[in-house]
T-cell receptor, first 111, second 111 residues
Framework: QKEVEQDPGPLSVPEGAIVSLNCTYS??????FMWYRQYSRKGPELLMY????GNKEDGRFTAQVDKSSKYISLFIRDSQPSDSATYLC???????????FGKGTTLSVSS | KAGVTQTPRYLIKTRGQQVTLSCSPI?????VSWYQQTPGQGLQFLFE???????NKGNFPGRFSGRQFSNSRSEMNVSTLELGDSALYLC??????????FGQGTRLTVV
């Protein structure tokens, strides 16, 4: 079983839709959770960072962490064509340890 | 505030050669991590440096090495290049236990 599982998609939605992206993980020691957006041939861009459980909102983005279920989510409201990219979840146990990434979900938002 | 800078952006090398990649972290960040990204394996952790000391190392052969200088800049070296080393090499910097910010990466092609 992989430490972090993420559905690769692709996920296609119309402009304005609410997008839900998810990852599950197996290691209960993970405490730090991140979501990155990566455009083709670019480096990952940090979207959201959450420590432990709970919700965090930033503009059109909401990140949720449910440690009891080992499940994290990223919601994108009012999706735009510019949101078309690969979304990567990542997590780690403590500072200095490796970030463990999901394989990424490819999102396409059509106008 | 300048982001993470990686040089060069693109490299083409021949099998058997060696290569050195450079990373300048965000000013004030003392932790630098390196990752390899390939279509098949996704993002995989290579190693992490903090204050010139390697704190963690991923599961890569000894041909992959790195170092960090007193100004927090980091280099990674790959010796005896193989075709399978073709990948996007990403550097990330962190202030401490918090989020990690990535550079644009160096795309290495081994022919």
């Amino acid at each position: 079983q992989k430490e972090v599982e993420q559905d690769p998609g692709p996920l296609s939605v119309p402009e304005g839709a609410i997008v839900s992206l998810n990852c599950t993980y197996s290691n209960s020691a993970f405490q730090y959770f991140m979501w990155y957006r990566q455009y083709s041939r670019k480096g990952p861009e940090l979207l959201m960072y959450t420590y432990s459980s709970g919700n965090k909102e930033d503009g059109r983005f909401t990140a949720q962490v449910d440690k009891s279920s080992k499940y994290i989510s990223l919601f994108i409201r009012d999706s735009q064509p510019s949101d078309s990219a690969t979304y990567l979840c990542a997590m780690r146990k403590q500072a200095g340890t490796a970030l463990i990434f999901g394989k990424g979900t490819t999102l396409s938002v059509s106008s | 505030k300048a982001g993470v800078t990686q040089t060069p952006r693109y490299l083409i090398k021949t099998r058997g050669q060696q290569v050195t990649l450079s990373c300048s972290p965000i000013s004030g960040h003392r932790s630098v991590s390196w990752y390899q990204q390939t279509p098949g394996q996704g993002l995989q952790f290579l190693f992490e440096y903090f204050s010139e000391t390697q704190r963690n190392k991923g599961n890569f052969p000894g041909r992959f090495s790195g170092r960090q200088f007193s100004n927090s800049r980091s280099e990674m070296n790959v010796s005896t290049l193989e075709l399978g080393d073709s990948a996007l090499y990403l550097c990330a910097s962190s202030l401490g236990e918090d989020e990690a910010f990535f550079g644009q990466g160096t795309r290495l092609t081994v022919v």
